[in-house]
């Protein structure tokens, strides 16, 4: 477990980092808590912003008295009108080399990145099947049977041997973060006929080696990929800097497979007059400007290490003083899920986030209601279980000292036995009980 002293060294150096992406950096001490960390990076983030926009006042839709290259910070841009032309030139975001990164698209969220790609490959692929994993995006599956009347969604079940029967036409894969972690494993294990894979990468970090092992059961069996991603989450260093994601089309450099060369070809094309007719396309304002150097890697790569060891602990005590009311299923392991004792709505759902967070907030506790993750603070919100159709409580775990946190899990578990969490292993006097118990 990471003491507080080093983790307040780490947040120093991210400081430090967002700090020299400025001009005329900010005078400030080094951080004596995480919540000093916090109000110091989201203080600098916003001098980060004002800064872009007094300089490049000129940056306009149509950049009418821009001269030279337009940047932030390693980014280049180039666009006319309205940005429908839009040309990055940067670091990628992922820390891989192989396969190469053949063409990166960027768009003004994770939604729209897949939203314009999925849209978009009716005129490449004008009929297929997209299969589904257990625990999916809701809103990409929402997209998919809202829109994309040229997919026929079938939701895989396990074990997943709607994967391995004889393809009747063509098949598109979403391989997503959000999916369950024994769905997410299967797929790894399997030989399917795929046509494409799509791979949402949001809740894994840009460096992880679950990315890579993807990328590397793609080139073996030689399936045509793109990753999109939104880096709104954990590529900012839980500042949520600005709404950005991007469409990765991957080039697995294999002579036996032009055809898929092609079929990415035509993909990234009709893409792009997606995000163009659509209004897709980032603002350059939102391109994090500490992006690209060894330093933000390392300290990306600690960030998401440490939500890790704080999820899997606290699963492990959910586990043992909530029982069943707790639920870890997801690939990523970044958040946890709390299930009310009755169903409830997604109204209610939304209150009983809300309410905890600010129950815990008012007790000096980190913890907000936020509708995402990647933070130095937990975070809370509603959630819908596509899986069992139920709404939950959602816990995304913080990069946060261990020992901190802890404490936090504790409330929350104390919280959650006295205010309608499930109790059908344990009493209520038992389960409250145990909520006090220490981690294992």
């Known amino acids: 477990m990471e003491t507080p002293e080093k983790y307040l060294q ?23 808590c995480p919540a000093d960390a916090i109000k110091q990076k989201f203080k600098i983030a916003s001098a980060l912003k004002a800064e872009f926009a007094l300089e490049d006042w000129a940056l306009t839709e149509t950049a009418w008295a821009h001269h030279g290259r337009m940047r932030a910070g390693p980014f280049e841009f180039s666009y006319d009108y309205q940005r429908a032309d839009l040309e990055v030139r940067g670091p990628s975001f992922y820390a891989f080399a192989n396969p190469v990164l053949n063409d990166t698209i960027y768009t003004s969220s994770g939604m729209s990145a897949i939203s314009a790609l999925l849209l978009s490959s009716k005129n490449a692929i004008p009929s297929a099947e997209i299969l589904l994993l257990p625990g999916s995006y809701g809103e990409t599956i929402e997209f998919v049977e809202s829109y994309c009347r040229h997919l026929q969604p079938v939701h895989i079940t396990l074990p997943a041997k709607q994967l391995v029967r004889p393809a009747g036409g063509p098949r598109i894969l979403l391989l997503d973060s959000c999916s369950t972690a024994e769905a997410f494993e299967s797929v790894l294990r399997l030989a399917p006929k795929l046509d494409l894979v799509v791979f949402d990468t949001t809740c894994f970090s840009s460096g992880s080696r679950r990315i890579g092992r993807v990328l590397n059961w793609a080139r073996r069996r030689e399936f045509p990929m793109v990753l999109v991603r939104s880096h709104t989450k954990l590529d900012s260093l839980g500042l949520e800097y600005g709404r950005l994601g991007s469409a990765v089309f991957v080039d697995a450099k294999c002579p036996a497979v032009d055809r898929n060369r092609d079929l990415l070809s035509a993909l990234s094309g009709e893409m792009r007059k997606a995000i163009r007719l659509l209004g897709g396309a980032p603002l350059p304002a939102h391109f994090p400007p500490y992006v690209g150097s060894a330093t933000y890697r390392v300290l990306t790569d600690r960030r998401v290490a440490s939500m890790l060891r704080n999820s899997r602990r606290t699963s492990r005590y959910f586990a043992d003083v909530l029982g069943p009311a707790s639920h870890a299923h997801f690939a990523h392991a970044l958040y946890l899920t709390l299930e009310p004792d009755k169903p409830v709505d997604e109204g209610r759902a939304r209150e009983m986030a809300e309410d905890l967070s600010r129950d815990l907030g008012k007790m000096g506790f980190l913890i907000r209601h936020a509708g995402s993750f990647g933070f130095d ?51 209520p006097a038992e389960q409250s009980q145990r909520a006090t118990r220490g981690f294992r």
């Open 377 to 427: 603070f937990g975070a809370t919100e509603w959630f819908h279980d596509s899986i069992t159709d139920r709404y939950l409580v959602r816990i995304a775990v913080p990069d946060m000292p261990g020992a901190l946190w802890d404490e936090v899990a504790r409330a929350i578990a104390r919280w959650w036995s006295r205010r309608g969490g499930r109790s059908s292993r344990h009493g």
């Open 10 to 32: 780490r947040k120093k150096q991210e400081i430090e980092l967002l700090n020299a992406c400025l001009n005329t950096p900010l005078s400030l001490q080094a951080p004596s």
